[in-house]
DNA sequence: CGTTGACCTGCAAGCGGTTGCATGCTCTAA
DNA sequence: TTAGAGCATGCAACCGCTTGCAGGTCAACG
């Protein structure tokens, strides 16, 4: 296919000189040659628009500029930016990003061999859940493949880990609905089988805790939001019909909280009025609904970033690390302490372009 | 890195036979090879795991088994369904998908060169915009790169293409609002570098004159969904304003549609009631909107995998072909014919939960 | 004038595979 | 007994590039 490739040789020839001069023209093994050769040679890489195979390069120095990326439920939105944070910055660094969509452990583990075939220099997993199954992991150390997993568990200190504080997240949103005066916070958790859910649940708790709310078994109910709206309907529907009522509800996410809003609005509720909503997540269409939502922002493009300088550092020679991002609260007005008409207003404007953010850190 | 990585010449001689022969196994030249060696070579790989190191065979074949996926605008939500769809569509054929971004055809044309080095065996290009500048493709061809476009314009017949029929989408969008019983519907255009824009406003001429309305030019305002919100809010404003209204807009897309419902919302309009709505793109959000968004699909999966199909069918030899895909009007209660109430009823749930579909070729 | 460095450049091996063709073996038939 | 057919395997070149080290040139120095 390639027919008429430019090759090295070829390079050669043209500039009269051998391979190995080309060669170290190419890779900045210049100190010590005539300025003149120099610049023949890369006079004829220009004229030819040559580029060095990496392939070939990769061979022999094992090193492919290339990592591999392994997406886990590509489906969700929001890791869709962290694919494209992760491109961007991979580039920047001269990197380039073999991206593989697994479903389940045994494909990631079929995906993780076909990756070193390809010679990556290392691999990022990223999953939006922690409880993967880990065990096809832990051989990669021993075959000298670098990787970091992001928002998931450790299989090992080998590995660099990204992860972001959920737990203070939700617990910062507890407070910021406590500060708006309710005194009734519903929670909506996610499918047991994550442990995001778990910290969640427990930020949940230790917002109550510390405005000095109790926990109340029934304001916690199952909104999965990977199974249909539907049930995420049904579950507003039961937390509406509790006597007294939530006042507010933090939805599992975004989706999740985009379904409370309708469902109450349907009951003839008003937005943030009648109820404040929370959602997780922040993804592209929450400032799109009516109203606006606020919602826990993670630092999914972060999170990305950082595994990418990490991965780099780590070729570079440099130890892994883990580190821990803080979520943000983005302040919208689905949960504006003022209760909103529903007639537009210039005012109405100005509160929504507004956006008050609050970041929560361990 | 790969410290310790077993490679083929391992293999050999752990089953007492020559490179060659071992390489025979791996590539099924297995025909006059005595039963015992075969199964001699194939114990020795199967336990210590060998995988041949697609980098070197590429070398030499000339086929890496990778494709390159060049993405223009990778933020566009709706973009990634279609990377995840190729992502799929690939690992089923047997590659693997390098994935980039580019930004502006400047990077795309060093983001090719890239691609090249790295021996990818095809290039699809995908794009939200036929509008964007081909000049540095025209030579791939001759390079012996196979590409294929999807929603672009083809640089020459060597090219593969997918498009979709937007103008058909929204033609047929304008017929589906005409039976409903509305007869002034408003169009917010997207941006006119875009080549979909001017489908698109062709559409929604020939839905006029099919059903027999006049094509009034106040009805028809600029959205641009890469602009802010508040400019698409402004646009719906000075649409509502008009005497008479029109009782139904077809926005640039979901996000624009989003923001159509919710500003007529707060002018005190309920959606379908007294304002029909349609987006395009149906993503994801669509369905969870109050109330849920009629709106045109555009097959954008299916685009995926037809060029995934013909890139792969083109590197086993055959030509490249042109594709045009339908796209499809998805009925939801924002155009629905029954005025909705705001209220619950089990009556809404089901209404909610059906779904029309409707497809439109050329 | 012979040596010695400093300074450029090229040789050749090797990376991990593939593949055309030669080689050697076994077996059958004349 | 032996040539030839047929089959199984190995040889060696090659893919495009990197890199340690040898080798060659030239000016200055003793």
């Known amino acids: 296919m390639s027919s008429d490739r430019v090759t090295i040789r070829q390079i050669a020839e043209m500039s009269e000189v051998s391979v190995s001069t080309v060669s170290n023209v190419l890779n900045g093994r210049t100190l010590r040659m005539s300025a003149e050769t120099l610049e023949r ?21 094992g090193r492919t500029a290339t990592i591999g990326l392994v997406v886990a439920e590509i489906e969700t939105a929001l890791f869709f930016s962290a694919v494209g ?4 910055a991979a580039r920047a660094a001269g990197y380039n990003l073999i991206v593989c969509h697994a479903r389940g452990s045994r494909d990631e583990a079929e995906v993780v061999t076909v990756l070193r075939t390809k010679g990556v220099d290392g691999i990022i ?13 832990t051989d990669l150390p021993a075959a000298g ?9 450790r299989p090992g200190p080998e590995f660099g880990r990204v992860t972001w504080n959920d737990r203070a997240g ?13 005194r009734r916070i519903a929670f909506l958790r996610g499918p047991r089988s994550r442990d995001s ?8 708790r230790r917002g109550l805790k510390k405005v000095g709310l109790p926990y109340q078994e029934d304001c916690v109910r199952l909104a999965d939001y990977t199974a249909d709206p539907l049930t995420w309907e049904r579950a507003t529907s039961e937390l509406l019909d509790l ?6 509800i933090i939805a599992s996410d975004d989706s999740v909280a985009a379904v409370v809003i309708r469902t109450s609005q349907r009951r003839g509720l008003s937005v943030p009025r009648d109820l404040a ?7 592209m269409f929450a400032t799109l609904l009516n109203p606006p939502l606020t919602t826990i922002r993670l630092p999914v493009k972060e999170a990305a970033e950082r595994a990418l300088e990490m991965l780099v550092d780590a070729i570079a020679g440099q130890s892994m690390r883990e580190v821990r991002l803080a979520t943000e609260l983005v302040v919208r007005d689905s949960s504006s302490p003022e209760p909103r008409t529903n007639v537009s207003s210039p005012d109405a404007c100005i509160r929504q372009g507004r956006r008050t953010v609050q970041s929560w850190k361990e």
Do not use: C, K, M, W
């Open 125 to 137: 997993f990223i999953a939006n859940s922690e409880a993967v199954d880990n065990t096809h992991l």
């Open 243 to 248: 006597d007294p009522a939530p006042t507010a």
């Open 170 to 182: 939700v617990a910062g949103a507890v407070e910021h609905l406590h500060d708006l005066g309710h």
């Open 197 to 204: 859910t778990r910290e969640r649940a427990a930020g949940y």
């Open 145 to 153: 493949i670098l990787a970091v997993v992001v928002n998931r568990r």
């Open 277 to 283: 909503v929370v959602g997780i997540d922040d993804q």
């Open 41 to 61: 040679v890369r006079g004829v890489i220009s004229t030819l628009r040559y580029r060095p195979s990496s392939i070939a390069r990769g061979l022999v120095t």
């Open 85 to 88: 944070a992760l491109e961007t």
